[in-house]
């Protein structure tokens, strides 16, 4: 939807009107921004902005609500950087509105298709369903939010030099090693405790809000670590991450908060929320970006900054929207309940930061070793494989709800096998589209300085395919509740993924990173396809498993050795990986059909 009306006001619209912007009719006026675009008519700032309030209004009036205060925020500050009349910004407001409650209302009319399934008498919800419906909706939230961060590469690349964004990227990096062991990966213990109806849910609620508060408290004399994590600019500048101490702490104490509140609201049931509260917390960071970059040239902290007040205001909107305050009680806390979430979360401590370490000890690597242009480089072809990543967290967050139910063991393995193989062969298309677009995709994402940055995505993106069934493995885990066994194949994995960069990127630079990264995800989903059997024997079909990957790698050496009719293989390959792995998501489309 925002795709459309993006189309409408900027593409259709501007050029057949050909409005001139009023600082250029009106010599005397002085435009506080100068934006790319020369037409004025209509406002397409104002166009989105109120299109996305109409549809949060639609599903929650609370939230719209807010969001067309910001919405209006956002139409006055076009009119007080004299970069738009005020019928351009009318205009705007008018069409944005219509064709948000025009998407609102077809996304109801889908969402209801696949997710309103009310139980009958005598029998249960079709559980292929209840996934679908809810992949459906986390996708809007998820991939939405994600695509609309990733088209803003290109602004963030041309707004900080590649040192900047290098230092920028690792502040990121370093505070999502730190948010598992401050909030103790409490958020995922809400999730999975919180969806069981034999627990008190202002209980796991109460307690997940205290135990990062804890966790916060007691982090805070160990500041002086950050001073570990140096970097190298390509000017022979040295620094380290400890004078951006304050903005690390804070960035954590934000993100823990509002991912314990979010986790929360899944467990309640409110899919549709968790979707809109991700396209919301994108919109909020996108404007304040542009805000902080363009206008205060705030650079790496306006960069950090606009993740931190969207993270805050997020919370602060939940709590008011889905009413979290009445799930607070701090008098007597269930102790049992506690040590029972703590047992399940505090193995994902280590899990999650060697998860973590696995993507990020490639640019910790690069920037000591090389330096944090080239950091900076890897980060952003980096962004390419998060695509196929973001499938496996669209989906992850939908089957961490489906995954818990009352069938037998036989039901739960064929479940598991059905959803895991079909699960594969989308992940592994993707992941043959992202080979063979990696030249296209840096061009689109990034400034001309950064496109050396496609050699890396071949290989980033295979990895990422095998990082995608790893995560589905280890759902196995999740739901037997033994996370130990998960923290132990993602340590084997990182033990593997720091070896080869330390032997490999001296030798090889990113490309080195990019083979570490590779094999490392290889050797995770291996170990946990094995390891897992014991507690649920997934059936992977081996046999198209296998010619899968050998058609990626073929593909992938000749992306990088780039022969005569290149783009014809590259065609011919992807052609053949869809057409060797449709075959199975037609038959679990049919099945899904017939069961319902």
């Known amino acids: 939807a925002r795709r459309r009306v993006f189309l409408l006001g900027n593409v259709f619209l501007k050029n057949l009107v050909m409005r001139p912007r009023p600082f250029v009719t009106h010599t005397d006026l002085t435009a506080l921004l100068v934006p790319e675009d020369p037409w004025s008519f209509p406002s397409g700032h104002t166009l989105s902005s109120f299109a996305a309030a109409s549809a949060l209004y639609f599903f929650h009036h609370k939230t719209g609500f807010l969001a067309f205060l910001l919405a209006a925020a956002i139409a006055f500050s076009r009119l007080y950087a004299s970069v738009h009349y005020p019928t351009d910004v009318l205009t705007g407001a008018v069409i944005g509105v219509l064709c948000g409650i025009i998407a609102a209302w077809l996304t109801d009319r889908v969402t209801d298709q696949c997710h309103t399934l009310r139980l009958r008498k005598g029998q249960k919800m079709n559980q292929y369903k209840r996934l679908l419906g809810n992949t459906f909706i986390f996708a809007i939230g998820t991939f939405s939010s994600k695509i609309l961060v990733i088209l803003m590469l290109r602004f963030y690349t041309g707004m900080m030099t590649q040192d900047e964004m290098g230092v920028a990227d690792l502040i990121i990096k370093t505070t999502s090693i730190l948010y598992p062991v401050v909030s103790l990966s409490i958020g995922q213990a809400v999730i999975r405790y919180g969806l069981e109806r034999k627990y008190y849910k202002r209980s ?45 702490y804070l960035y954590v104490l934000t993100s823990c ?14 899919v549709r929320l968790y979707a809109i509260d991700g396209i919301f917390r994108t919109f909020v960071t996108i404007m304040l970006n542009i805000l902080y970059l363009k206008v205060f040239r705030w650079n790496i902290l306006g960069y950090v900054f606009s993740i931190i007040c969207s993270d805050a205001l997020s919370t602060v909107c939940l709590f008011i929207i889905a009413g979290l305050w009445k799930y607070v009680k701090l008098k007597r806390l269930d102790t049992h309940l506690w040590r029972g979430m703590l047992a399940y979360s505090l193995p994902l401590v280590p899990d999650a930061i060697l998860v973590y370490i696995i993507g990020f000890s490639d640019q910790v690597f690069l920037a000591s070793m090389q330096d944090t242009a080239v950091s900076a480089i890897y980060s952003i072809a980096y962004r390419v494989p998060t695509l196929i990543a973001l499938v496996a967290s669209i989906f992850v967050d939908a089957w961490q709800i489906s995954m818990v139910n009352n069938n037998t063991k036989e039901e739960q393995i064929t479940f598991f096998s059905n959803v895991g193989n079909t699960y594969s062969s989308i992940v592994f298309i993707i992941a043959s589209g992202g080979v063979m677009c990696a030249k296209l995709a840096m061009t689109v994402l990034a400034v001309p300085s950064y496109y050396i940055g496609w050699t890396f995505i071949p290989i980033l993106a295979v990895g990422a395919g095998f990082n995608c069934l790893s995560s589905f ?106 057409a060797l792995n449709s075959r199975e998501m037609l038959l679990s489309v049919k099945k899904l059909l017939h069961r319902a």
């Open 204 to 248: 796991v609620f109460t307690i997940a809000l205290v135990t990062v508060l804890c966790g916060f408290i007691i982090a805070l004399p160990f500041h002086p670590l950050l001073s570990l994590i140096h970097y190298n600019t390509s000017a022979g500048v040295t620094g380290s991450l400890l004078e951006y101490q304050w903005i690390i």
């Open 257 to 270: 908060t509002q991912n314990v509140c979010s986790q929360f609201i899944r467990a309640l049931g409110h």
């Open 473 to 578: 493995q280890k759902s196995v885990y999740l739901l037997e509740k033994k996370t130990v066994a998960s923290f132990l194949s993602t340590a084997f994995s990182a033990v593997i993924n720091i070896g080869l960069n330390a032997l490999l990127i001296p030798r090889m630079g990113g490309t080195g990173a990019a083979l570490a990264t590779l094999i490392s995800y290889v050797a995770l989903f291996l170990y946990r396809a094995i390891d897992s059997r014991r507690f649920m024997p997934v059936r992977w079909k081996v046999p198209r498993l296998t010619l899968t990957v050998i058609l990626l790698a073929v593909q992938s050496v000749l992306m990088l050795l780039e022969p005569p009719l290149w783009l014809v293989w590259q065609i011919a390959l992807f052609g053949a990986v869809a």
